[in-house]
């Protein structure tokens, strides 16, 4: 890394010399890991988990990328402290979702990760089309008439009828975060362990607007009561995603690198090469925005998540208010003029749609055959 | 662009009898130009029906640069004053800010454009109200923060100008992508309060007795662009010649990736920023959320305060490294964050809590939290303006501007009596040219 931090000294613990600059200070690798972990573990203090009996289960959502790897890393040293006085246990998941990108890592490297962290907790995999097995009901079925088709051919379907790589790739979020959610509960979690970073989660609210999902920033950023009786925790919510790709691969050790082997250091769809904007997505649009403002601006991102945090849920409304697709809060805004005048929603008997979902989903090519939680 | 493959090619998705020659930004849809014209004028108002923008027997300033934004609202605001009988008496309000080479040129469309539509024109200068043109200001302070200072002197300037003209409203051109930007800035700047009214369609503020309205709030650019060109309007299309703040270039270059990605971002930012507005926290909206401590110049304490948005909205792109003004806000927030540290190393007793002496000893009194302080509206020492403080923004600049000024270090002894009484006599003059500027236009 930089070479003109070679020959310092560690600004921590003057002993050792520094090999990395972290928070503009020289560092030395002792030093950085006991920050990325002071990092999580104040977090983790904060959300006061009590120790009761029996204590209660975690559910943390593992994609083998750099953020939810190192935050099973630093998790399972944690459980490994407490032996005397345990406070939750952990139980990992993955999901596959090699239905929407071959290219993405499958669950087999799950064992991987398990000869690593043995202890830390059970593990279990789903494939994102596992969705279908917690659908109360489906939407468009009569129409199709396409009942018998197994849940990957029904995902595929519906994925190839949205209208364009960025609603595939925002309906595919909701589907992911519905699932992890419905495997929480039958496996009797009470909360979910994300591995936002601070960078992901300026991403996070910058994509939310796009997409027109910002009457939802709150359950996509924020630590506390999740949409569905499930608490969410981002205990990496004070670390920046650059600090934890050093934190892989040159900190800890043996490296986590190998372990990641969804983290890729080359964006698919590059936006600087990306000529039409075609293949590229929202969401990977905003993601490296940050990625590169995080190198010169990084209090500038931290500013955008912790403004983020203070935009509030207006007054909840009563449960029949939430959007059939993604089960989230309606936002009942967005009329015509936001969808364009002459577009009328046809028919009274219509589901209730949250804005964002519309957008998504409008112009669609077929009728959609959308899994329905309950 | 190139679209999704086409159903019906070439056929207008609303008539379905004449040729498409245009696709909505909006929807994708391909319309032919009269279908196109009728639906752009259409949601303009449903927009000023929905949100009851105006009156019968109102009289209404339309803030006029002579740009494409400003010349299609008057275009169509006379189109739908006409279709639609609201009985509002429209009338075109400029600033000159003097700059030479875009402003002279674009007034001179405005000119013609009371014309073309038998609008009544005012124009107020800068140079007549403030004694400076932005061309001067730009060469005293540079470019950095010269979009704030045209900021606050346009708004004090339009209403000024609205006050001449007789009216309380004035409606301006903002479109939906200078809405999305403004959110997007305000997100990446962190400014709640401003996030929680960047995207009000109708602006009343306490410190301004004229209230304002974007009708084009849901119009895309690239259709306002159409819609000028279909009907070819008179417009003028040189952008400003000095730089807009980072922040907004910033949120622009973003912006115009986005709908390059998925065309309709732009709305849904705006949509987004709607339902921000809403969750934005009671106590921070109406106050302005305090920055760091550090010593600032008159201007940034000034810019700080400003309750519209800073500059004009307008501005040509930037991208991330261009960020003067980034970098210090950057370097400002880094240093908040190094001060929290240090707040939080001396861990102090909460200071709300107070002991109350006699009775319970053990008892713990909740001393309530000192209010906000009320800003009592007052009028400026020296111009007479509406302000909170002992001197209107404008004012304040003024006074940094004029410090500098060489011939005013001539005179040994300042006199601020003399000052503001110049520049009353400036406002009389105004109202001198404004006499002249509509007589020009008759003839």
Redesign the interface.
């Known amino acids: 890394m930089p070479a003109a931090a070679e020959a310092q000294q560690c600004k921590r613990c003057h002993a050792q010399t520094s090999a990395h600059i972290l928070r ?1 200070t020289p560092h030395c690798v002792g030093c950085y890991d006991h920050y990325i972990r002071s990092k999580c573990v104040k977090r983790m203090e904060s959300y006061k988990i009590k120790s009761e009996n029996p204590p209660i289960t975690l559910l943390l959502a593992l994609s083998f990328g750099a953020s939810s790897t190192t935050l099973l890393h630093l998790l399972d040293s944690q459980i490994r402290a407490q032996k005397h006085r345990i406070r939750y246990r952990l139980k990992i998941l993955h999901v596959d979702e090699r239905i929407l990108d071959p290219s993405l890592p499958a669950s087999e490297s799950l064992e991987e990760v398990k000869r690593r962290f043995p202890q830390t907790g059970g593990y279990l995999s789903a494939r994102l089309e596992d969705v279908y097995d917690f659908a109360a009901e489906e939407t468009g079925l009569e129409r199709d008439g396409e009942d018998g088709g197994g849940k990957e051919e029904k995902l595929k379907t519906l994925l190839q009828r949205l ?2 790589p ?1 609603s595939r790739e925002d309906l595919a979020a909701v589907l992911r975060t519905r699932l992890i959610v419905a495997l929480a509960r039958r496996e009797g979690c009470s909360g979910i362990l994300w591995g936002d970073t601070t960078t992901r989660l300026a991403d996070k ?2 994509a ?8 939802q ?2 359950f996509e950023i924020g630590d506390g009561p999740g949409p569905f009786g499930i608490t969410y925790y981002r205990p990496l919510r004070d670390v920046f995603k650059k600090e934890l790709v050093t934190y892989i691969s040159e900190i800890v050790t043996p490296p986590l690198l190998p372990l990641c082997v969804g983290f890729s250091s080359t964006p698919k769809h590059s ?1 600087a090469a990306a000529t ?3 293949n ?3 969401g990977e ?1 905003m993601t490296q ?1 940050f990625e ?2 995080e190198a ?5 991102v ?3 998540v ?3 945090d ?5 007054g909840r409304g009563e449960e029949e208010d939430s959007c059939a697709m993604c089960g989230l809060l309606m ?1 009942k ?11 009328v929603v046809e028919g009274g008997e219509r589901r209730k749609v949250c ?2 979902c519309m ?1 998504a989903t ?2 669609a090519s077929a009728e959609l055959s959308w899994p329905v939680l309950s | 662009m190139s679209t999704a493959p086409p159903r019906t090619p070439r056929i207008c998705a609303h008539c379905a009898t004449e040729r498409a020659k245009v696709q909505r930004a909006k929807t994708n849809e391909r319309l032919c130009v009269s279908c196109f014209i009728a639906v752009f004028e259409l949601e303009v108002h449903q927009t000023i029906v929905g949100n009851k923008l105006f009156h019968r027997g109102q009289r209404v300033a339309i803030g006029a640069s002579g740009g494409k934004d400003s010349t299609v609202l008057a275009a169509v605001l006379k189109t739908l004053n006409e279709r639609y009988a609201y009985g509002v008496e429209f009338v075109l309000l400029s600033i000159d800010e003097g700059i030479k080479g875009y402003r002279d040129d674009s007034l001179e469309t405005v000119k013609r454009n009371a014309e073309q539509y038998g609008m009544e024109l005012c124009i107020v200068g800068y140079r007549e109200l403030y004694g400076w043109t932005m061309d001067q200001v730009v060469e005293q302070i540079g470019k950095k923060g010269n979009c704030t200072v045209c900021g606050v002197f346009r708004r004090q300037a339009l209403d000024r100008g609205a006050a001449m003209l007789g009216v309380n409203h004035v409606v301006t051109g903002h479109n939906a992508d200078d809405m999305a930007e403004t959110v997007l800035m305000n997100l990446l700047r962190g400014d709640l309060p401003r996030l929680h009214r960047c995207t009000c369609i109708v602006t009343e503020s306490t410190s301004s007795p004229i209230s304002r309205s974007k009708p084009l709030k849901y119009a895309y650019e690239k259709e306002i662009v159409l819609y000028a060109h279909h009907r070819k309007l008179d417009y003028f299309s040189t952008e400003c010649i000095y730089s807009p703040e980072a922040f907004r270039g910033s949120a622009r270059s973003l912006i115009k990736s986005l709908e390059r990605v998925r065309s309709s971002a732009v709305l849904d930012i705006v949509r987004s920023g709607e339902a921000f507005a809403e969750m934005v926290p009671e106590e921070i909206r109406g106050t302005t959320a305090c920055a760091g401590e550090g010593k600032k110049t008159t201007i940034d304490i000034v810019a700080g305060k400003e309750e519209e948005s800073t500059g004009c909205g307008k501005g040509t792109s930037g991208d991330l490294s261009q960020g003067g003004e980034m970098s210090q806000f950057e370097k400002q927030l880094a240093n908040n964050e190094k001060a929290e540290h240090l707040e939080t190393e001396i861990t102090l007793p909460p200071p709300r809590k107070k002991r109350s002496g006699e009775g319970g000893g053990e008892k713990v009194l909740q001393v309530p939290l000192p209010k906000a302080k009320k800003q009592t509206l007052g009028s400026c020492r020296k111009c007479g303006y509406m302000s909170s403080q002992e001197l209107c923004k404008a004012c304040v600049i003024l006074d940094d501007l004029n410090k500098n000024r060489p011939k005013i270090e001539v005179e040994l002894d300042y006199d601020e009596e003399e000052a503001s009484s110049s520049i009353r006599r400036k406002m009389e003059a105004l109202d001198l040219r404004r006499s002249m500027v509509t007589t020009l236009s008759n003839d």
């Open positions: 503009s209208p364009s960025t609210v910058l939310s607007a796009a997409k027109g999902r910002g009457a920033l709150p936006a039409s904007g075609k590229i997505t929202v649009l925005y590169s403002m010169q601006y990084p209090s500038t931290s500013n955008v912790r403004m983020g203070r935009l509030k849920l207006p936002d805004g967005g009329n015509g003029l936001t969808l364009g005048a002459q577009e804005y964002g957008r409008h112009g």
